[in-house]
């Protein structure tokens, strides 16, 4: 995988340990969204705590669209802002002082 994927594909990257995950992670641009499978929560803090994404959802995938209470937006590379609900009011308002 060398670029970011556009698209209804799930790339599965096979890896030895829970430091090359976050590694591999932490050596390519922000992704949008980050999945991961686990069921030790140790894993998942791991992971949570030492990597940045626009969004973490755990044993599940694009589980973070369906709720709209929550913000939906990337970072770095993958975009900045937010949108769904009020937090995509905010990103897309303009709030004009008026004195």
Known sequence: MQEEIFGPVLPIIT???VDEAVELINSRDKPLALYVFTEKQGVVNKI??????????????????????????GVGASGLGSYHGKFGFDTFTHYKPVL
């Open 15 to 17: 890896i030895e340990s």
């Open 48 to 73: 949570r705590d030492n990597t940045s994404s626009g969004g973490f959802t755990v044993n599940d995938t694009i589980l973070q669209l369906s709720v709209e209470e929550l913000p939906f937006g």
